[in-house]
Structures are given as C-alpha cells and as structure tokens.
C-alpha cells in the first residue's frame, strides 16, 4: 500500500512539473509574441509616419481677420481653386457671424469662422486677442505649417504654388520687426518685464512657422504687459467715455498689433530665426488725412480707379526695403537667389480686387462675368 501511495505521489509530482514546463513554455511564447508584435508594431508606425511625411503634403493655414463678411472671398476662392489639399482656413469674424450659404458665394469659406470669437477694436489688444483665438484652432491640425495672417481686404499677388513654394521654401517666419525708437510708443511701466531693448515695431500681417506660432500661443507674459501698458492715444471724441488724460500730448500712443509678436520673439530669443520683413504689401501716405494726429495711422485705400495692372508690376517690383531706425536694407530673396519681397497687397476694395482679377493680372484663374 505505501509502494502505491509513493507511486501516486510521483505520478502527481510528474503531473505538476509537466504543468509547470507547460506555463513556462506559454509565457514563454506570449513574451515571444507580444516582444514580435512591439516589433511590427513599430514597424507599421514608422512605416505610417514615413508615409504621412511623404504623402501627406504640410498645408499653410490662411488666418483671416474680418469684420463681418469677407468681400474678397471670390479673388481668394480663384486663388485656392485646384489646391484643397496644401492649406486651410480659419476666419475671425465679429461674434455670431456664420459664413453659410447666405453670406459667402466661396465654398472654402462656409463654416470656417472659429466659434469663440470676440469683439475686435482697432487699436486695442483685442486684435492680439483674436490672433491668439486663430492660431489655437489652427494649431489642432498637425498638417499645418505655416500660419499667414491675412486682412479682409488683402488680395495675393501671384497664383497658389508660386505663394507655396514661396512661403515654404525657408524654415524662418517672416516677421517684420524693426527698433522702435522714434514714436515714444514703448511705455517703461513694461519694464523689467519687458526691457527697452526688446521692444519692436512692424506689421502684424506676419508669416510663422508652426514652432514661433506655439511660442505665441504659450505666452502669459509678454501679453499681460500689452493688455496693461500698450493702448492707443485717446482721442477727443472718446474723452467722454474714457477717463480725461491727465496730459494727452504725454500719453504712449501704442498699437499693439504693431509692436506684439515683433517684441515676442525677440524677448524669447528668437529673432535670429525670423526673416524680418512682411509678404504683405501697404501703402502709408502720411498726408493722407487732414488731421495731423491721425496721419499714418491707416494705410492708402486702393478703389476701382487705381486697380490697374501698372500698380500691381510696381508693387511686384520692389524687391528691397529700408528700415531707417536701424539703417538697415533688406534685400529681398527666396531659395537664395533675388526675389519680390511682397505676396499680398491691403487695402483693395472690392470692385478694385475683382477688377484686377478679371484682368487676369493676380495670377489666378479669371472670374467668369457673372461673378463680377
């Protein structure tokens, strides 16, 4: 009897070794097979993120700022045409505004208003405002590039791939950015926050890569002191719905949108990886109005009269800019060789765009009569 009990005790020691050999055999497997997996699983990304790279073109992000409508959808609408996949387009309009079917005639502009919108004053930091709004919605599409900032009444001066190839052929952004030392704008209440020598002045209709538009997205510091400390001279007319200045002649007239992403990236260290010129062309006339305080502050109007094909030649014809508070020339280049420095023009009115567009002088497909 003990010869059997000694004989079961081996058969289930037997049993319970085999089991074990059989769990170790399994894990051993399963580790093989999950290690397999990792392995095609990197595989197949890294194949798909080759792909994406390969296939999936960057896209520029068009950031429009408007006021209600667009009344250059049309010119843009023919500059777009053919090219869907390599740009998109986000609009800031006033709050509530929809682009549908009853207020634009351009399929690439229905429903492409962002949602959270604000009210925009000129001369004030709420234009900052929306271009942080703009550059948020535009940033969650991982295609997106390059960020352009365009004016309701801007028309591009040459057709879609030449503005691509343009924008994309360089790893900078295209900031115009100049010292700031005449106007007295910079308000040393900035200070230390924002030192004299970072302050800058330039166009807000800038070009940024998607690295420089993160950066102003991110920022909690430079901002604040523009909400605070950069506001525009008052004006008599608003005396009454502002406090009375003390001394008008002393207040900082300070534009914001002049002077915000300029000082930005200088104070963050990155105006070595700025071309430090604008692609968008204006004109300012500063015996345009009467009033000698408000000359300069709002460049030429361009009207059907003056949309003519001698007017665009001469805007693509400039192919250098001075910069007098620095001295400084800067010739205009892209893909190393000379080049017109401007690819956008403000401020066109609509019957002088869709003028220039009939013409066929834009670089983009001619408007059919009906449209016009």
Known sequence: MSAMKRKAVQQKSQIRWK?????????????????LM???????????????????????????IARNR??????????????????????HSRPGFLFNKGTTRSAYFLNRQVNDSIQVDWGEASMIEAEHILLRHALTDPCNERFVFVSDSCIPLYN???????????????????????????????????????WRKGSQWVVLTRK??????NDTTVFPMFQQHCQRRSLPEFWRDRPFPVDPAKE????????????????EGFEGEITRRSLTYSAWDLSASKDRERRGWHPV??????????????????????????????????????????????KFTRPAALHLLNLSVLGAHRLAKSES
């Open 19 to 35: 089991r074990k050999v059989l769990v170790a055999v399994l894990a051993v497997f399963c580790l093989a097979s999950l290690a």
């Open 252 to 267: 900082h007239n300070c534009i914001p949108d002049e002077h915000y992403v300029q000082t930005l990236l200088t104070q």
């Open 301 to 346: 109007t361009y009207k059907f009269s003056d949309a003519t094909p001698k007017l665009i030649k001469s805007i693509k014809e400039i192919d250098n800019i001075h910069y007098e508070t620095e001295n400084r020339r800067e010739w205009c280049s892209s893909k190393g060789k000379p080049s017109p420095c401007f690819l956008f023009a403000r």
């Open 160 to 198: 879609f791939s030449y503005t691509y190839d343009y924008i994309m052929s360089t790893s900078t952004s295209f900031v115009d950015s100049f010292a700031d030392t005449k106007e007295g704008r910079y308000n040393p209440k900035m200070n230390p926050v924002i030192p004299v020598y970072n």
């Open 212 to 217: 420089h538009a993160e950066v102003v997205v």
């Open 38 to 64: 990792e392995t095609q699983y990197s595989r197949i990304v890294s194949l798909a993120s080759l792909r994406h790279r390969f296939i999936v073109k960057p896209k520029i992000a068009f950031l429009f």
């Open 70 to 91: 667009l009344p250059l959808e049309m010119v843009w609408d023919a500059f777009f045409k053919g090219e869907e996949d390599r740009f998109s387009i986000y609009v």
